[in-house]
């Protein structure tokens, strides 16, 4: 389990790294992307989620553990905002390797989302919500189903009202009707993966 971090950002020189990698990944993501739209689009949930961390850390600060977490999981976001989800290179690598019939980056970050982001939920809960034991561990799995599924309602609502024109390239479906139930199922699968390692790692702590 990650203990949060006490330090503050002004002294927290990991957080100061972690953020500056970030930058450069950002930018290196907004050099000619795929669809200058569709780069926007993706990275609007980014800045919302950068500017609740930073209001945020006024009343709570997670682990550096969680911030490494979180870093990772918005590189693999830049990624697919870059190249577009459909066409994301990695995913081509992993099409021609397991010879699927489509491009299944977005399955893996989908994935990530529920493995890489299980654990500052939790901490969220344990700090501000009280909660401890099971609760604190199984519940972060149900609201990562939650927020992917708020997520897959806003990608629609954002595509048809602000861009129009590219949401078939936004959405990303690859002519797949149940696109977003798969995309749900593979983030609640990683926070279910994220849950099972913890409970392993406690019992051979315990061991």
């Not at 950068?50 to 990772?72: H, K, M, P």
Request: hydrophobic share 55%.
């Amino acid at each position: 389990m990650i203990a949060a971090t006490t330090a503050p950002f002004g002294s927290n020189r990991f957080l100061h790294v972690l953020m500056f990698i970030f930058l450069c990944v950002w930018i290196a993501s907004a050099v000619r992307p795929s669809i200058p739209e569709d780069w926007f689009l993706e990275n609007i949930l980014v800045f919302l989620l950068l500017a609740t961390l930073v209001v945020a850390g006024r009343w709570f600060r997670l682990s550096n553990g969680c911030y490494l977490l979180i870093f990772v999981f918005l590189c693999l976001h830049e990624c697919g905002a870059h190249y577009q989800y459909s066409a994301a290179v990695p995913g081509e690598w992993m099409k021609s390797v397991f010879h699927t019939g489509r491009n299944d980056y977005d399955r893996l970050v989908h994935f990530a989302f529920g493995l890489l982001l299980w654990n500052p939920q939790r901490e969220i809960l344990v700090q501000k919500a009280g909660l401890r034991g099971a609760w604190s561990e199984v519940l972060p799995v149900f609201t990562t189903l939650a927020f992917s599924a708020v997520y897959e309602m806003i990608e629609a609502a954002t595509a048809a009202v602000v861009d129009p024109a590219n949401a078939a390239a936004f959405l990303g479906s690859q002519g797949d009707q149940w696109d977003s139930q798969e995309d749900m199922f593979m983030a609640l699968c990683g926070a279910t993966a994220a849950y099972m390692l913890a409970a392993a790692s406690r019992r051979i702590e315990r061991s």
